[in-house]
T-cell receptor, first 111, second 113 residues
Framework: AAGVIQSPRHLIKEKRETATLKCYPI?????VYWYQQGPGQDPQFLIS???????DKGSIPDRFSAQQFSDYHSELNMSSLELGDSALYFC??????????FGPGTRLTVL | GDSVTQMEGPVTLSEEACLTI???????????LFWYVQYPGEGLQLLLK?????DKGSNKGFEATYRKETTSFHLEKGSVQVSDSAVYFC????????????FGKGTSLLVTP
């Protein structure tokens, strides 16, 4: 069965640079969630989209923005990167409020 | 707000031992409860879920029962294998949080031969 696809899988950036993470949900899923997982931490919710509209916002910094496109894929844009942004970024997709299925994650390292 | 508390790890067990990882929650309304597993270097995989009180979720020999009276969702397995070594996250999802998952801190399990 098709799973959630995230790209890139690994990303290395310098401080103050920008990064764009992409997420392709499971076909026919209309909801996308973004989570951030620091080293040894539990995942923290950042933001979610339902039918291309932002549906909920968690602990997402103002330096980050995201959107969901007409084909339901989503992008997380991160600017003015800081060392503390180094983490695993997960995307999950669902059909409405049903069970969320996670992608493999993007490991972001900020130097 | 909604929250999940799970037992601290790491937990180390010998192969074929019994496993229990405790999870309790605080929530208004009627959340759905989940266990996700994260193998080293990998993403989060759904292990099992329960959507209402007294439901039992089960998968791969693991099971957990949604207990509203004790606000608990403990994960159990009768006989663990080395391949079960991973980090286990208890999580809840409800309308109060826009259905975003609220995770516990995770419990690391190491099973030795």
């Amino acid at each position: 069965a098709a799973g959630v696809i995230q790209s890139p899988r690994h990303l290395i950036k310098e401080k103050r640079e920008t990064a764009t993470l992409k997420c392709y949900p499971i076909p026919r899923h209309d909801t996308v969630y973004w989570y951030q997982q620091g080293p040894g931490q539990d995942p923290q919710f950042l933001i979610s989209f339902y039918e291309k509209m932002q549906s909920d916002k968690g602990s997402i910094p103002d330096r980050f923005s995201a959107q969901q496109f007409s084909d339901y894929h989503s992008e997380l844009n991160m600017s003015s990167l800081e060392l503390g942004d180094s983490a695993l970024y997960f995307c999950a997709s669902s059909l409405g409020a049903d069970t969320q299925y996670f992608g493999p994650g993007t490991r972001l390292t900020v130097l | 707000g909604d929250s999940v508390t799970q037992m601290e790890g790491p937990v180390t067990l010998s192969e074929e031992a019994c496993l229990t990882i405790n999870c309790t929650y605080t929530a208004t309304g009627y959340p759905s409860l989940f266990w996700y597993v994260q193998y080293p270097g990998e993403g989060l995989q759904l292990l099992l879920k329960a959507t209402k009180a007294d439901d039992k979720g089960s998968n791969k020999g693991f099971e957990a029962t949604y207990r509203k009276e004790t606000t608990s969702f403990h994960l159990e397995k009768g006989s663990v294998q080395v391949s079960d070594s991973a980090v286990y996250f208890c999580a809840l999802s409800g309308s109060n949080s826009g259905y975003a998952l609220n995770f516990g801190k995770g419990t690391s399990l190491l099973v030795t031969p």
